[in-house]
């Protein structure tokens, strides 16, 4: 650790409760943590400190599919600068191509039979101490195999139920065996189990730690990126989760009559994200507008029932976005830096993104750009069917993303068709998605449903317009402007409604025509956007809010 900025200094001191604090103590009221390029990030200190055990499937700069990934990178040093230790239990995936990101993480020697899957499962742990935070990734040869995080070309891997069963029971083990900086965790800690691969960790607590007096104190919170994926299995391999028999009720899911294949299906399964739904103490989404969403018909994907009966635990929390890496004053993956004081550095980004794609550079020609997963939820099937009306205008079009075969295909078809208008980029990597955002005009994001979404949050932040799918995070954070009764003074986008063709063909024609034609209100709108507080600090004083009422109440425990 380097030397901070402030005063007192207390390295790998000893808090409250006897646990150690990593992080250096400026002051009673400022934390001060060292991030990864030596900078420092000061942050006020919370009032509560709590042990915070993340539980996730993955977390930048580890592991990263999604949006999952950037959250669970960044939200956790958050909580570390406000005082809190943390912990961030994952998998430690070796694919064979990028295993030098666990390159600082040393094996704990820490070797643990897990009860699951009929056998003892043996795992072994690696930590690394970086930026206040105690990363821990779970060793075991199932997550060693190359492919993506959850599959390869064939599909999703066929174990993944094992997979995050086992990191299920590895997290649950962390806090009580793992002496990181000489101290355990301990049994008074707050679980954040982030989506279905997390999600055995609140059963576990209530049906096999807290019957044998362990966890009594510990708190669980379930946080919902994304309803779509649930984890669901056939019920005969309820034995496989290490639960007592008698808790099968809380992991049985039943389909709907209309979806069983034959008269014999009785539709019964387990799932895994609906057990965390039964057994968690608070239960939390990334917006209050999805948090709401989820417990109607239409978004609810099957659990709007089970979660309206909790409604009285579950709340939204908008994400924040990692604002030294998503900063266009200081970014190294542009070519140009600016702020909202200084905006040259934008259209220089601009003409060499023109240029490094191969469009005609043309300052004034508004560049509309995508980034996001080539997926249903994203909405690109309302882009491929409006880009014919789209490029009527004269507009360019960019996008990038990995993900549905036949969307690739059409991203390349469509650049050999329109190759003077449209760029289909298929893949994605990080200094590609910055340099889109930064030296794009407008930002489209037609989600179908967006539980927050960041892709917007970040082209805002960079001076990017958005026009989005007026639906969950998206309707939360982008503020719409509506030059007849805001006179240029509110606003930072356009959500259109209802999900159709012509209302988002409408909002990027005025979108359009507002950047043609109206300057100093084009520029008012891209000043406000980045001039929002996308930091996780608010977000991280809401979380505190509900871990604080998550220990008011007892524990679930059946
Ligand atoms: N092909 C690709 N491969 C790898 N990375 C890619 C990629 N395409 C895009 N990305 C990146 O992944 C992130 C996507 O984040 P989002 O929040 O928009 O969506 P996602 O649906 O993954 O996350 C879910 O979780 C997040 C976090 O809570 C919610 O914001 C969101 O609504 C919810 O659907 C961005 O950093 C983006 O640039």
Known sequence: MGQCCHKVQTDHGVGLDGSTIHQMRCSSLISCIELDNGDERDG?????????????????????TGGLGDVCGSLPIAFATRGHRVMVVSPRYLNGSQDDKYACASDLEKHINLSCF????EVVYFHEYRAGVDWVFVDHPCYHRPGSLYGDEHGAFGDNQFRFTVLAHAACEAPLVLPLGGVTYGEKCLFLVNDWHASLVPPLLSAKYRPNGVYRDARSILVIHNLAHQGVEPATTYENLGLPPEWYGAMEWVYPTWVRKHPFDTGATVNLLKGAIVTADRILTVSKGYAWEITTPE???GLDDLLSSRNYVLDGIANGIDVDIWNPVSDKLIPFNYSVDDLYGKSLCKEALQKNLGLAVRPQCPLIAFVGRLDYQKGTDLILSAMPEILQDDVQFVMLGSGDPVTESWMRQTESLYGDDFRGCVGYTEPMAHQITAGCDIFLMPSRFEPCGLNQLYAMRYGSVPVVHHTGGLRDTVESFDHFTDEDERGTG?????????????????????????KSTWKGLMKRGMSKDFTWDSAAVQYEQIMEWAFIDLPYAG
């Open 44 to 64: 006020t200190l919370t009032k509560v400190r709590y042990n915070v055990i993340f539980v996730t499937a993955e977390a930048t700069p580890y592991s990263k």
């Open 118 to 121: 009929q056998r003892e499962q």
């Open 299 to 301: 978004g609810g994907k």
């Open 494 to 518: 356009w959500p259109f409604s209802p999900y159709s063709k012509e209302s988002m063909l409408a909002a990027l024609r005025t979108a359009i025509k507002t950047y043609r034609e109206h």
